[in-house]
């Protein structure tokens, strides 16, 4: 009987070792890491509700318009003669400043006219007077034999004569355009030698020192701006903020409201009035530039102030229930701008609002709740 050598021995062994060990692998497999089933489920910020007398701001906006502003014309007809260096679109002028005068020699001529029809007027009166004078001493009867309607005809002939004057001297004092305000120009078209008719536009003056803006609200906002329609008294706390660019600069002016109009579009909204004093500004404000308003009024009692994130529908907002579950929770919303949701019943102090923001979940899906932020949601710093 031969036996197997110890080299052949040895890789008997190796051979058993490798086949047993490959059985152990498909027989034992090896155990699956253990999985955390929490992070399978959505993890989502939560806001504590805490309610507090807040003033809610609303944010519109409008374009800037001058406080007033005039159009310029002349009375008469004439040919243009001179035109001041600043009647130009943008020149600056003062009140009582002549921007433009008109050839007055046509003018000048009418009143001379004027002037010889008054004293032809004069002497005719003077003829009549005499004559009356000696139909008197006469001793005529009739009206006509004393010269009444005579001397009536002479006095009527003087007055139309005198007022022919008048309108001739006035028609000359408006061939020069004075500034009857001091402030800026516009839309100016005139040069020397045109040829001008009355009531011809020739420009716009506005004034620089107060400028309005109209800004669209709508007629629920007054409530929250502590407004009350018939009592302009409540106009005055309603503090305006505006902000835009202009002259390549961003910019904020500090306005207030002025008045309403009244009356409702057909959108349901109505405008209020905000007016600007530009000489307190650093930026100065200039028609046409449009900006953009923030109005703050009187507090509203009792507001509970979440982010616009926990919103799940027009008037509801997604909560945690006890089980840590998504629930719609329908509340009263008095107000919502871009960031934040204004409520005012609905909810309660315990109550924890899940900020969801666009994710598309269904209520009662199982969420992991990240700490509540106690706290209001992001409010604009009050105005200075």
Not at 39 to 59: E, G, R
Not at 92 to 99: F, S
Not at 291 to 300: C, D, F, M
Request: glycine share 8%; aromatic share 4%; net charge negative.
């Amino acid at each position: 009987m031969t036996f197997p050598s110890l080299r052949t021995l040895v890789a008997l062994i190796a051979a058993a070792a490798v086949t047993v060990a490959v059985a152990m692998l498909y027989l034992v497999p090896p155990a699956q890491p253990a999985q955390n089933v929490r992070d399978n489920i959505l993890a989502l910020d939560t806001w504590k509700v805490s309610w507090s007398d807040q003033i809610i701001p609303v944010y519109t906006q409008g374009q800037v318009s001058a406080r007033h502003q005039l159009p310029l014309s002349l009375e008469v007809s004439g040919r243009v003669e001179e035109v001041a260096p600043a009647f130009a679109d943008g020149g600056r002028v003062m009140a009582g400043e002549i921007l433009l005068r008109l050839d007055p020699e046509p003018f000048e001529l009418e009143v001379i006219t004027q002037q010889n029809a008054v004293q032809a007027a004069r002497l005719h009166l003077a003829e009549t007077r005499a004559r009356a004078r000696v139909a008197g001493s006469a001793s005529r009867s009739s009206a006509l034999g004393r010269f009444e309607p005579q001397m009536d005809e002479a006095r009527s002939r003087l007055a139309a004569a005198q007022a022919g004057l008048r309108q001739a001297q006035r028609q000359l004092e408006q061939t020069e355009l004075v500034a009857a305000i001091s402030g800026r120009l516009k839309g100016v078209q005139v040069m020397p030698g045109q040829h001008l008719q009355a009531g011809t536009v020739l420009g716009q003056l506005y004034q620089e020192d107060l400028v309005e803006v109209r800004l669209p609200v709508r007629d629920d906002w007054l409530a929250l701006l502590g407004i009350v329609p018939g009592d302009d008294s409540t106009l005055e706390p309603v503090q305006a903020r505006l902000s835009g660019r202009f002259a390549g600069r961003t910019g904020e002016w500090q306005g207030k409201v002025v008045r309403r109009e009244g009356g409702l579009n057909r959108n349901q909204m109505m405008h209020l009035i905000v007016q600007v004093a530009n000489h307190e500004q650093d930026l100065p404000l200039e028609p046409g530039v449009l900006v953009q308003a923030e109005l703050r009024g009187a507090p509203t009692q009792a507001v509970a102030v979440l982010p616009r994130s926990a919103q799940a529908g027009e008037d509801s907002i997604w909560v945690l229930d006890d089980e840590q579950r998504l629930r719609r929770q329908t509340v009263v919303v008095l107000h919502h701008d871009r960031d934040n949701l204004y409520v005012n019943d609905g909810v309660t102090s315990s109550t924890r609002a899940v900020l969801a923001g666009d994710l598309q979940l269904l209520e009662g899906m199982r969420i992991n709740p990240n700490p509540p932020a106690p706290g209001l949601a992001n409010m604009s710093g009050p105005l200075q």
